[in-house]
């Protein structure tokens, strides 16, 4: 299967229902990404995965680099072989990762010098390596090697990050022309990403700039990491704006369950967030009535599920008391259960985003589900 | 279902083929029972344990008794509720915990005197509170309170536990005839548990005294504590000579792969070890070929799968690198691939060694499996 996107449906909100064509699958649109940072959603079988019916998940080029290493898993056959995967996966370039979680060294027109999290060692990740390392990964989806800008970040220094986010994606995209036979995904394509901080006239020109260099799909990074929604939202919308109508959109790292209809109204067809794996090891559950601490001892003799609007395996199974238990003993399946929760729990708002725009109705879902939240604790 | 047992062959070695009957569910005899400690076989959703054929599991007394507490698993409706758990459950009497694992105060023929390993808190445990513990976790099969002794012990203070052990079998079995309303398993039925040591004639003298007391089935208890398996098979060989053939013989707390068939030899229809999935978190995966340390650098470009002669989820779908690397990363799913391929291979010895009764060969199967294991490292 050739990469390949189709529009189905616009809403009056400016909401788009699609289908993303993968050379492993289809990806209904708007879609949400679980992470699997180190080639495992943590938490969770690929076997769960499948029945909850992922059907793309992000890989983290950084960590997988680091550790296995890029050129172990291009021994043995790619990501998708070494993970199991047969679904779709799309991998970051590492650029996020480097300027959050490593210790930076040097950044130059040419790349990063970094100092691994892991255990210290000195590395350098470029344009030409990030996709090097994700030819090697052969994700379906890539992306183009990108500045991250600290939020707040002033005009003239966001400004500075969209003028090298550009030359570095025609770099990525001029390094994976030259070496198209080095992918262990022959099909793989490349998405840009648009900086530009919190400056909207900044969004449209990384925007602008990256179309005329004309990729496949387009991702709006730097948002969600620190900025009040709104502005988050106004930047994406911006981006958008001047994204071709055709290619699917990517909001990167976004976000909390009541946002998502927010980005998808915004025109955006994809969102990849580690929250629904993260916060469920930290014993927290997103519920249709708001998030639900399961440590506090008002759960203790809870025989109620989860979620009682939630069909998923663990609520149809198990009882708040029974999961309060596991994550107060500390339980490998307190871990497990919650991350397969969260994860139907942000899929399953996807798929209700989907149908709402079919029927033309996603202000009405947005609202229902906004005053459901407000509403209080479960 | 009322408990009931029958035995559908026995085997010219001593083994024997037979099928439990309890309130919840067969059990095909011999049988292995996989440990779940606190409510939940560590690494293992109730689903996989399901999917994985594990007909009863082992839930522990002590644990449940203090986190998250009897009397909270009593009013959410007993333990098989509580953890969503359909198949069988027999729970130990907390003897061997508290002897094992807690701060032990004072030992009287009323009972025992401990501190919690979790906060240090004193509590009190005898016969009678163990079965009250019990009737409120409500297992299908429930064990008396009885002496548990250290390795080696001698005659003297051997002989000593067991005339403490039968006098509190018998106030066991008056307990809980007494108070038969207060179990949640209405079914509930109690195994006694013959000590004695490494002594021979003790174990005979104990089982002799526990047989008068006519319980519906009979643990073999102070075993593989530390004495050489072939006194351990010795000592469990003795006390199946005097136990009645027609109840069934349940070895507690073993054992490695290659040694289930010398229990099952002996006459043994149950055995339950905390071995698969403790040395599955800790990498230790056992093979048809012996055990393999999964974080060995040897696997790391290694695609086979752990046990090419295995053919559960995990050997039918990831490789030894992949769970090389996931061990390495501290991935959780490290611990839930290990532990299911751990469980499905005792669970498939089992198997094996079943068909093996039937077909009157079971010496051969031993010597077969024995001859894979001592070839060394797969």
Redesign the interface.
């Known amino acids: 299967m050739d990469f390949h996107f189709e529009i189905l449906k616009t809403d009056p909100t400016g909401a788009r229902l699609g289908r993303l064509t993968t050379p492993h699958g289809v990806i209904d649109t708007p879609a949400f990404m679980p992470v699997g940072t180190?080639?495992?959603v943590?938490?969770?079988?690929?076997?769960a995965l499948t029945e909850l019916g992922v059907q793309v998940l992000l890989g983290n080029t950084y960590h997988l680099y680091l550790?296995?290493g890029h050129e172990?898993i291009r021994?043995?056959?790619g990501l998708h072989r070494?993970?199991?995967w047969p679904g779709a996966i799309l991998t970051d370039s590492g650029g996020f990762q480097v300027f959050s979680l490593a210790d930076l060294r040097k950044i130059t027109d040419e790349g990063v010098v970094f100092r691994s999290h892991l255990d210290g060692s000195e590395h350098f990740l470029s344009p030409e390596t990030s996709i090097e390392i994700q030819q090697a990964l052969g994700s379906d989806i890539a992306m183009v090697f990108d500045e991250c800008i600290e939020y707040p970040a002033d005009h003239a220094r966001a400004a500075a990050a969209v003028k090298r986010t550009t030359e570095w994606a025609l770099r990525c995209r001029d390094f994976s022309r030259r070496n198209t036979e080095t992918s262990t995904n022959p099909g793989q394509v490349y998405f840009a990403i648009v900086q530009g901080g919190t400056h909207a006239d900044l969004r449209r020109e990384s925007a602008r700039q990256l179309v005329d260099l004309d990729f496949p799909g387009y991702a709006i990074g730097g948002l969600a990491v620190g900025e009040p929604h709104a502005l988050s939202c106004e930047m994406a919308a911006r981006a958008a704006e001047e994204l071709p109508q055709d290619r699917p959109r990517y909001v990167m790292g976004v976000g909390l369950p009541e946002q998502l209809a927010d980005y998808v109204r915004c025109g955006v067809d994809m969102m990849d967030c580690v929250l629904p794996t993260r916060n469920a090891r930290n014993g927290c559950l997103f519920t249709s009535t708001g998030r639900l601490n399961i440590g506090n001892a008002i759960y203790?003799?809870d025989?109620r599920p989860p979620d009682e609007r939630c069909s998923c395996?663990v609520c149809r199974?198990?009882?708040r008391?029974?999961l309060r238990?596991?994550f107060?003993?500390n339980?490998?399946?307190a871990?497990?259960?919650n991350s397969h929760h969260n994860v139907a729990f942000f899929l399953d708002i996807m798929g209700k985003i989907r149908q709402a725009i079919a029927f033309g109705e996603l202000a009405e879902l947005s609202s229902e589900f906004l005053a459901r939240i407000e509403a209080g604790e479960p």
Chains 1, 2 share one sequence.
Do not use: V, W
Request: proline share 5%; no cysteine.
């Open positions: 180190s080639g495992t943590k938490g969770l079988t690929q076997q550790r296995p172990k021994r043995l056959g070494f993970m199991s203790a003799d025989p395996m199974t198990y009882s008391a029974y238990h596991l107060q003993a339980e490998i399946l871990s497990i259960l």
